[in-house]
């Protein structure tokens, strides 16, 4: 006894027609999305030099670090070391709000697992006086990008 088997088959249109479809919702979706949803660019699950550089220069901003980036964007062991430092504002290396910041070129140190950039405030009436000093970040990029530290003595 022979057995007839029925193949269904989708009209080409339709099947054409979903993928476009599903094609245009996920660059929809993926357009919509925040910058800071957005993975590493890096194979190795490592943050680029570039990603270090916009976080520094968001978390630092014009006049230094708000409340916001002060409690999440930095690590545990900065939190301990802000907590224990008085009198100086171990995340500016200052005593007193900036009048303008730079963010340096990022660097990167794979095998120590940090990126770097000398960060530099601006002081006096017109910017004359700056003080430099080394900011570090994590590059672990399975986890959320934080300050891990900063080093006060100054870079120039």
């Not at 027609?17 to 925040?34: D, E, H, I, M, Y």
């Not at 000093?133 to 006060?152: E, K, M, N, S």
Request: contains cysteine; glycine residues 8%; charged residues 20%.
């Amino acid at each position: 006894m022979f057995r007839t088997v029925t193949t269904v088959t989708r009209p080409t249109k339709r099947v054409a027609l979903a993928l476009g479809c599903a094609a245009v919702l996920g660059l929809g979706l993926a357009s919509t999305a925040p910058a800071s949803a957005a993975p590493a660019v890096d194979p190795n699950d490592r943050y680029t030099a570039e990603e270090i550089h916009t976080f520094l220069g968001d978390f630092y901003g014009d006049h230094g670090p708000g409340d916001f980036a002060r409690k999440y964007g930095i690590s545990e062991h900065l939190k301990e070391k802000v907590a224990q430092s008085e009198g100086v504002d171990i995340l500016l290396c200052a005593q007193n709000e900036p009048r303008s910041i730079d963010i340096g070129p990022v660097s990167t140190a794979q095998s120590a697992g940090v990126g770097y950039a000398t960060v530099t405030t601006h002081w006096g009436e017109q910017d004359q006086d700056t003080a430099t000093f080394t900011a570090y970040v994590g590059l672990d990029a399975t986890r959320p990008i934080q300050l891990q530290d900063t080093d006060c003595e100054a870079t120039d």
